[in-house]
């Protein structure tokens, strides 16, 4: 699967498929160690950040409500850095690293720009929204957080699938085989968006599937208290359900 | 944009870019009429069966569910049959005549293959999931359209970002450059899976959130009654919707 090509006689570049050509490639200029503390710095604090903004303005949220806030805290800014240029600022080295274990990110495929594209003008400011609706305890939250997780689980498994079924077809992989860059950085980064989206939209749909059922349940109690007891007071309770619920 | 290719000495096949290489490649046997009415009536009369089945099963059924059942219906047909061989069944001219518009059908395209595979192991079963929805008057409905709905959305905005990224780019057009190519089949032709995922979604994403808000104000409705009345049948009644809610 990796290594079937034989090494050109100058590489420019560390990245797979060996020779393939990146457009004013430069070389990373700070030590890895300074950019992933960098990035863990930089996402604690956003978390610390606006997870202090949101306890301010609805203190009654849950621990477990405000882990999934952070969760699309730091997805809004991972999405939203998602850009690569050949500028040596913070993200575009974490990128040019990160691109070991899939040289699209560098090499305009035409996948991964469209990917880049809409995740940057939609499901960043998505993610972004899926926060502040936790935080508003909104009636929309979780059909927009299915949307989201759609959203993530469908665009990792096409991240997966398009570049091992190119590697499958034609010998080519956009990974250095090395176990780091295969497995931990072009595998293991993305698991997250994995685990993470299936769990949260499994949660959703369990919650809005239970609310709408003891809604109609409620429905059907008050409509029996009414036949036996003609309660006003319950009838225009019950009434205003139902014509909301048309 | 097109036709910047030189023509080949000898073109074996009609589709664009000229040359690409098409294995196993065998022209239509049936005209285009006789395809397309097979597919008319195919797509009709399974929505007839489907829907009759469908009405005995909910004689509540609307006009509006009942088109949108058709939808998924014919949305489960069209998806478990997007998968090209070199045989002469229906489905596969049919497909060899819309490669014409995206030669990508045809070349084992990564992402399309992608695609196809996801498409065909999850998105048919669940456009055919929310149709038995729809008819189960199922509490996951709204939900599970959402989650079709944007599998469709997103997917049709990379089928079309992709083609005209590498277009953009490399100059390579996978579509033949005729109108009834480039914008009946490949825009027009995929153009309802934007404008009617869209409306459903926007309608479920309508439907949950009116649902969810009118069941916080039963739910505070009936506090209220009870803490003047201290009734213990909607006492039950509301207790059970907080218990469900938790």
Redesign the interface.
Known sequence: MFGQMAEPAEVAHPYYPLGVDIPHYAANTLPLPVILGSLVGMLGSAMLATSTLALRFNPSLGKGQLVIFCWFIVCYFVLNHATVASSQNLFAQLWKEYALSDSRYLT?D??M???E??TVFLWGPLSFLCAVSIVAA???R??LQ??MC??HL??V??YY???L??TH?TGRSHSRPEFLYFWVYYVGFNFPWVVVPAFL?YD??KT????????????I??KG?EAR?G?A??A???K??EK??Q
Chains 1, 2 share one sequence.
């Open positions: 305009s035409p996948f720009l469209s990917v594209s809409i909104s009636p929309l979780h059909p299915i949307i759609m959203a469908y665009g498994a096409l699938s398009t570049s079924v190119e077809f939209m959703s749909l809005i599937s239970r609310k709408l059922r003891s809604f109609e349940q409620v429905k109690g008050l208290y007891n309660s007071k319950t225009v309770v019950s205003k359900a909301k619920e």
